[in-house]
């Protein structure tokens, strides 16, 4: 507003001496006028008849000094002030030109206007200059610029009143908002309390949907978190009991079971942490959208051959298929490959020992399937839906399979990608696993 202010200030004051000047420089086109039109020739003389009435004109502005000079053809000297300076580059013209000059020590305002005589015996220009002091110009500019400025600063007074206002109530929910969140308990959740301004209805909207987001999360990281530590306690306290129980064996042979028992608890605990920590990972990037263009060949073909190489001393057959070898996607490539990498070890642990493993992409319009088959023993109809959740085993009648994690890791990685996970058993036996994924993220 005080650059608002200052603008106009400015225009204000060029208005204010505009108008001042062409309310007076009217007075000096009028006496100009007449003083010319009385000059005739005569006898080859230039002849002035001064109408004193055309100055009179000028005394409306009695504090004001008013000079004047009448100047023949040749810039001869008829009347007047002798020295009264003209305007520079003039050129003689029937039209006024006013200018501004000094004249005895004192500031100007001026009019030239000439006339042509064509008579016998006198031919040229004559000219005409009047001057009037800036006295009541200037009073009048003052006059004006006090006026305008009082109705600018009742203008702008108003309008910071009103701008205080609609300030202070826009920012007053704001201010509610901030002592809300401030009150609100670490673990209070519900939606902040609404308002009619409508400016401020988005903002607490997208709060509303934040806190929801972040519960969300929280929720399941708690759930998690007891999941995990349930997992853990039990893996180690089955672990540590068989240590007590090794630790009273005397029979070699018994203890050489124990310990046998042991390393497979342990290789378990293993495997449990690792995919713990890998779906903590694929959690994290999920909610950090760590998305690029990736090349699936490559990915792939990656994956396969680390695990050729950590299974290389196995009855394993790997096997891949891919006829897109140019085939890009949008997808985390971290997640990505740790979701592959379990999900191969998933059909590696629950296989015969001559399983065959296929690591393949089919691609139908703008989605992408990647699968996982074995020759494993599969997964009960009935226990389809519910093997993708989180530390859910599945009973075969013979044994519990697995941890729960490495489904649950997959699906998890799928939802971020915008994509669905299947489970399909395969005929005569064997599981299939595919990740249905979208081309390009919307």
Excluded at 116 to 131: A, C, F, M, N, T
Excluded at 144 to 161: D, F, N, P, S, Y
Aim: charged share 25%; with cysteine; aromatic share 6%.
């Amino acid at each position: 507003m005080l650059v608002v202010f200052l603008v106009l200030s400015a225009g204000v004051w060029q208005y204010a001496n505009r108008t001042a000047d062409l309310s007076y420089d009217r007075l000096l086109t009028g006496s100009a006028l007449a003083i010319i039109e009385r000059i005739r020739s005569r006898n080859g003389q230039v002849e002035v008849d001064l109408p004193y009435a055309a100055l009179d004109i000028l005394s409306l502005a009695p504090d004001d000094k008013v000079y004047y000079a009448v100047s023949g053809p040749d810039k001869s000297y008829l009347t007047g002030y002798k020295d009264f300076p003209p305007p520079e580059h003039y050129t003689p013209s029937a039209s006024p030109v006013f200018y501004n000059t000094n004249y005895l020590n004192e500031p100007i305002r001026a009019v030239v206007v000439s006339k042509r005589l064509d008579d016998p015996g006198v031919s040229g220009w004559v000219e005409v200059r009047i001057g009037q002091s800036r006295n009541a110009r200037n009073a009048l500019s003052n006059e004006i610029l006090l006026g305008e400025m009082a109705v600018l600063v009742l203008v702008i007074t108003l309008a910071l009143t009103s701008l205080a206002f609609g300030i202070n109530r826009t920012l007053s929910p704001l201010n509610q908002l901030s002592r809300s969140l401030r009150e609100r308990r670490a673990d209070e959740m519900g939606p902040l309390p609404d308002t009619d301004i409508k400016e401020v209805k988005p903002l607490i909207a997208s709060i509303d949907q934040y806190r929801t987001r972040l519960q969300s999360n929280l929720d399941m990281m708690q759930v998690f978190i007891a999941d995990a530590s349930h997992q853990i306690r039990t893996a180690l306290s089955s672990v540590q009991a068989q240590l007590d129980m090794a630790e009273m064996e005397h029979d070699q042979d018994k203890l050489q079971n124990r310990l046998a028992l042991i390393r497979n608890q342990h290789r378990k605990l293993t495997r449990l942490t690792n995919q713990l920590l890998t779906h903590a990972l694929v959690a994290h990037r999920r909610d950090t959208n760590q998305f690029q263009q990736v090349k699936l060949d490559a990915l792939l073909s990656a994956i396969l051959t680390s695990e050729v190489r950590d299974h290389a001393d196995s009855n394993i057959e790997f096997n891949y298929s891919n006829t897109h070898r140019d085939l890009t996607i949008d997808a985390d490539p971290v997640s990505l490959r740790e979701c592959l990498r379990n999900l191969i070890d998933n059909a590696i642990k629950y296989g015969p020992e001559n399983n065959s493993i296929t690591l393949g992409i089919d691609v139908e319009a703008e989605q992408v399937k990647i699968f996982v088959d074995d020759q494993g023993p599969g997964i009960p109809d009935e226990m389809l839906q519910r093997a993708v959740l989180r530390f859910e085993r599945i009973e075969t009648g013979k044994n519990t399979l697995g941890s729960g994690l490495g489904l649950g890791i997959a699906n998890t990685v799928t939802e971020a990608h915008g994509g669905q996970l299947h489970l399909i058993n395969r005929q005569p036996q064997g599981l299939r696993v595919e990740l249905v994924l979208p081309r390009r993220r919307i």
